[in-house]
């Protein structure tokens, strides 16, 4: 019998739809409530309603016209503004997502969809065995992607499906606590007891983790490369505009997954959104480094980011010498070879510390700033004049440069003095022409200045390169980056050098290669196969004795020398231009690009950021730096909380510190990418 209570005007009824896992059609439940019964009540008024005995602890409230989880349970419905004509959904917070991976693979697993996605990635990320979860977010496909498989599925060709690894039974639920010795500094790589090859330590952070050896192989391991046919099939953006489109899909970090209309086994791309890869090790990255490798291996097939012929061959050289090591059991042992070389990296560093160490000037090394003096040529490009380089006598010290008329007059003031902080950095080298130029875009008041450095030879050309790196980063060739930088560089270099062998090229692997696997369709196009085999296992020659992961961080490296690197590009209307110009984004700075001719035009430092907000009303992003330089831009090409959420991002990763014991202060994040809408 119904009290005459139950019925009195604080009561109404409200209707609540059952998603049943179990069953195909959803239920509608009518509930009698009153404004001030809490979300936990509702709930447990619901379930005793179904009277079904099974396990409701993941089940959660959704609000379908607010688009809003009612996760506070002790919140009251006034509180929540819950009233009578509200549609609410019980249903499950952990659902089935399919997530395509840098790999191209594809991998079927349970997420949540009620955590916000910087906390979802995370919880992927473990169950992946990826470290720096930060790194990496969620991309919706753009739609041109999306257009060019429709059109190829019409056209019954087949289709670029990748396998699904199914991982359903993933233990991994958001907001459960990580093992204590995870990401802990003292883990030690751990031999697979099977085979007796070790296996990274990665796939021993989890006891119950889904990442048998199998599945673990699909993640960490470099598999053969689709066919010509298929890469020509893929998307390929051939403007910065096509380029702009593809970051439009990045998820609001800030907001869950039902929030952004992602449903049950839609599909998703993970990838790594943030180019600033920090503490790669291949004792415990295994996966972290392979999924690297190929979204960097991608980007290149697919012309996402522009590279020179020489370096194409690098690339392709290094592709073919990392799948016939797939093939081999080399490929296995992968922790033992880096250790080793860790071990020869260390033993080469004391003996050139040995024999190139004085002791009397260590202190001098470390008051004095180093400085660089030599001739180099000097070119400025000027309307209708042909590019005619001459020689001065060039001094680099702190983040300056400085030249003069001979080493003569070194001492006394120079002919022009540049300051490179804050610069655009380019390399303009041909190894095989003997060239090795330096491109400098110089910020000044109405845009950029350009100057080009032309050096002797590879050692000149490292030594300059890294110092003009480093000055526009605001460092000088005292900081221990330096050597490192130089070292990167002729290694690159020495990648690049053509090392002609007609063994080599007359080699019977050569006959099953498939070179048009390696290279871009553009550069496919543009030899015959024969001919590319040939240049490409030319370049094999300078590559072959790498170890896998070697080659595969050696892969990255060459990646991350590229100009292009690490710009992600949005096309933006600049406050008082009246026409539209590109954005690119990058870990240190931002670049306004000009939209017709790809040329920057100006470069602001995150490093002289004084603050930056959005105007959510007119949806405009206002920045403000030193010396009382403030822009603002709506962007075109996405919305403006992705560009917002790219420039906290960058900030909150520079935070990032070994001393942190790799905890994150996941509010400091939200409160640097969030906003306030």
Not at 164 to 176: D, T
Not at 269 to 296: C, G, H, S
Not at 555 to 572: D, M, R
Request: with cysteine.
């Amino acid at each position: 019998m119904t009290s005459s209570k139950e019925y009195g005007s604080n009561s109404w009824e409200l209707i609540v739809t059952v998603d049943h896992q179990y069953e195909e059609e959803q239920k509608e439940f009518t509930l009698r409530v009153s404004g001030d019964l809490h979300i936990g009540g509702v709930m447990l008024k619901l379930v005793e309603q179904i009277n079904l005995s099974q396990d409701w602890s993941d089940y959660a409230l959704w609000w379908e016209q607010k688009k809003c989880w009612l996760l506070k349970t002790h919140w009251t419905l006034d509180k929540c503004g819950v009233q009578a004509d509200a549609k609410l959904l019980f249903t499950m917070q952990h659902k089935m997502l399919r997530l395509c991976l840098p790999n191209m693979k594809m991998v079927r697993l349970k997420v949540s969809f009620s955590s916000v996605v910087f906390k979802a990635v995370s919880d992927i990320c473990k169950t992946l065995n990826i470290r720096r979860s930060e790194e990496l977010s969620l991309l919706k496909q753009s739609e041109d992607t999306l257009k060019k498989k429709k059109k190829k599925d019409k056209n019954n060709k087949e289709p670029v499906i990748e396998d699904i690894l199914n991982l359903h039974n993933s233990p991994v639920i958001a907001g459960s606590p990580a093992s204590p010795g995870l990401f802990s500094k003292t883990m030690t790589p751990i031999y697979d007891p099977v085979n007796g090859t070790p296996v990274p330590s990665t796939m021993t952070w989890f006891s119950d983790s889904p990442l048998t050896a199998p599945n673990c192989s699909i993640l960490a391991f470099t598999h053969p490369n689709c066919s010509s046919e298929t890469l020509a099939e893929m998307y390929q953006p051939r403007t910065l505009a096509d380029k702009a489109k593809l970051n439009a899909g990045w998820l609001d970090s800030s907001r869950s997954l039902m929030e952004q209309s992602v449903q049950e086994d839609d599909q998703l791309l993970l990838r790594f959104k943030y180019y600033t890869f920090f503490d790669l090790n291949p004792k415990y990255d295994a996966v972290r480094i392979n999924q690297l490798y190929e979204q960097a291996r991608w980007a290149i097939l697919l012309e996402e980011i522009d590279c020179t012929e020489e370096e194409m061959l690098i690339f392709a050289a290094l592709q073919y010498h990392l799948s016939k090591l797939s093939l081999s059991s080399e490929a296995q042992d992968f922790t033992h070879e880096s250790e080793v070389d860790e071990v020869e990296a260390a033993l080469s560093n004391l003996e050139v510390t040995l024999e190139g160490g004085k002791m009397d000037n260590i202190l001098e090394d470390i008051t004095d700033i180093p400085k660089l003096a030599d001739n180099l040529r000097l070119f400025r490009p000027k309307k209708l004049t042909l590019k005619a380089f001459k020689q001065y006598w060039f001094v680099f010290k702190d983040t300056s440069v400085s030249y003069f008329k001979n080493k003569e007059v070194g001492q006394g003031e120079p002919i022009e003095k540049l300051n490179l902080k804050g610069c655009e950095v380019v390399p303009d080298v041909n190894v095989a022409g003997r060239k090795f130029g330096i491109k400098l875009l110089i910020p000044v008041a109405d845009g950029m200045n350009e100057v080009y450095l032309r050096c002797d030879n590879e050692n000149q050309y490292a030594c300059w390169m890294a110092a003009c790196v480093l000055a526009a980063k605001g460092k000088t060739m005292a900081d221990s980056s330096y050597r490192p930088e130089v070292h990167k560089i002729l290694s690159f270099l020495k990648m690049k050098n053509r090392t002609t062998s007609l063994q080599a090229v007359s080699d019977p692997e050569s006959m099953d290669m498939k070179p048009e696997r390696f290279v871009s369709p553009r550069y496919a196009k543009k030899y015959k196969s024969k001919q590319l085999a040939a240049r490409i296992l030319e370049a094999h020659q300078n590559v072959a004795q790498m170890p896998l992961v070697e080659a595969k961080l050696r892969f990255i490296q060459a990646w991350q020398s590229l100009p292009e690197f690490g710009l992600t590009y949005y096309i933006v209307r600049f406050k008082g231009s009246k026409k539209d110009d590109l954005l690119g984004i990058s870990y240190n700075r931002l670049i306004r690009i000009d939209a017709a001719t790809g040329d920057p035009i100006t470069t602001w430092r995150f490093s002289s950021m004084k603050q930056w907000n959005v105007n959510w009303e007119i949806r405009q992003v206002a920045i403000e730096f030193d010396q009382n330089v403030s822009i603002a831009f709506t962007c075109l090409s996405a919305d403006c909380k992705i560009v917002h959420e790219y420039i906290g991002g960058y900030i909150f990763l520079s935070t990032r510190s070994k001393d942190q014991n790799e905890t994150l202060d996941e509010d400091l994040f939200h409160k640097l990418t969030g906003g306030r809408e």
